[in-house]
């Protein structure tokens, strides 16, 4: 009986020895302006820059865009740059 509960942990874990259950493999995210070739960030369009910036205002991390160095440096530059002719808030209130 033990044998059959070892041989169905053995079966879950797909031949994995780093399997953990409590964690799962996440994917990396692919920069979506590099992806896009087309997308060109626009300090102007406050839409698009809605997305890179919290509730509260505040310009989201790299690990929380998916932009890659390069772009998170040209999304901090264009909501700042948004920011000083009012198009976008400093804060949310």
């Known amino acids: 009986m033990a ?6 942990r053995r ?3 797909n031949n994995d020895e780093d399997f953990n259950p409590k964690f ?3 994917r990396k995210k692919v920069c979506a302006l ?3 070739k ?3 960030l626009d300090y102007k369009n406050a839409d698009q820059l809605k997305k890179f910036v919290n ?7 790299r690990r929380a865009t998916g ?8 999304i901090t530059l264009a909501v700042k740059r948004a920011r ?7 804060s949310a209130n």
């Open 3 to 8: 044998d059959k509960k070892q041989n169905n």
């Open 24 to 26: 799962r493999k996440v």
């Open 34 to 36: 590099c992806a896009n």
């Open 11 to 13: 079966n879950n874990r």
């Open 38 to 40: 087309d997308l060109v």
């Open 84 to 90: 000083h002719i009012a198009i976008l808030p400093y």
């Open 55 to 61: 509730e509260k205002g505040k310009i989201l991390p």
């Open 67 to 74: 932009a890659c160095a390069k772009h998170q440096r040209d």
